[in-house]
C-alpha cells in the first residue's frame, strides 16, 4: 500500500482538488489528513471509499500536546479527534488514525476509544519511540490494526552507495523487533 502522507486540510473546493490529486493524479492507497479545520474539509477524501483516510490524532512531534492537549468540554483534542473519527467521520469504514509511538498512554487511551480502528504511529527509529509500548498498547483485540512508520531510522540507514541494502537491513531489523513483541 502507498500512503501519502501529507497531511492534507483546506475549504472543500480545494480539499476536493487535493483528493483528486491523492487518489488519482498519484494513485495513493490512502492519504493523511488534518482534522482542525472540520469535517467540510475532510469529505472529499472520505468520500473516496476504497482509499484510506488517516486522520492526525495525537501525533508524535514534540510540540503537538500544544494543542492537541487542550482541554474542550472536559476532553483533550485529540480525545475528540479520536470519537469524531469513530462515530462520525468513518460512514465508508476507511479511517485510520496518527497516534504517536513517541506518547505510549495516549496510544492506549486511544486504542480503548476506538478499538476496531487501524492506526499509523510514526515516531519508533530517530523519534525513539518505544515499540514494544507500541505493539503492546496500540494492536487491536486481533493483535493487527497498526502501521508502525520509521521514517529517518530507515532512509537514512546510509549515505553512501550502500544504501539500499543498509536501508533494507534496517527496515527488516524493525520489522523483527515488532514481531518479537507480538502474541
Not at 89 to 108: C, K, M, S
Request: glycine share 10%.
Amino acid at each position: 500500500p502507498v500512503i501519502l502522507d501529507v497531511k492534507r486540510a483546506a475549504i472543500r473546493s480545494t480539499a476536493s482538488m487535493y483528493a483528486k490529486e491523492a487518489f488519482e493524479r498519484y494513485n495513493a492507497d490512502a492519504v493523511t489528513v488534518n482534522p482542525y479545520m472540520g469535517f467540510d474539509t475532510l469529505k472529499p477524501f472520505l468520500d473516496h471509499a476504497d482509499r484510506g483516510v488517516i486522520i492526525l490524532c495525537r501525533t508524535s512531534n514534540p510540540n503537538s500536546g500544544d494543542l492537541q492537549n487542550l482541554v474542550c468540554d472536559g476532553k483533550m483534542v485529540y480525545e475528540h479527534v479520536a470519537e469524531l473519527a469513530r462515530d462520525k467521520w468513518n460512514y465508508n469504514g476507511n479511517v485510520a488514525l496518527v497516534i504517536g509511538a513517541t506518547y505510549p498512554e495516549e496510544l492506549r487511551h486511544v486504542r480503548e476509544l476506538c478499538p476496531e480502528m487501524t492506526f499509523l504511529v510514526p515516531g519508533v527509529g530517530a523519534q525513539g519511540g518505544d515499540v514494544q509500548k507500541v505493539v503492546e498498547f496500540g494492536c487491536d483485540k486481533s493483535g493487527h490494526g497498526i502501521v508502525i512508520n520509521s521514517s529517518r531510522g530507515i532512509i537514512y540507514a546510509g549515505k553512501g552507495e550502500d544504501f539500499a541494502a543498509l536501508a533494507g537491513t534496517a527496515a527488516r531489523e524493525l520489522r523483527d523487533l515488532v514481531n518479537s513483541f507480538r502474541d
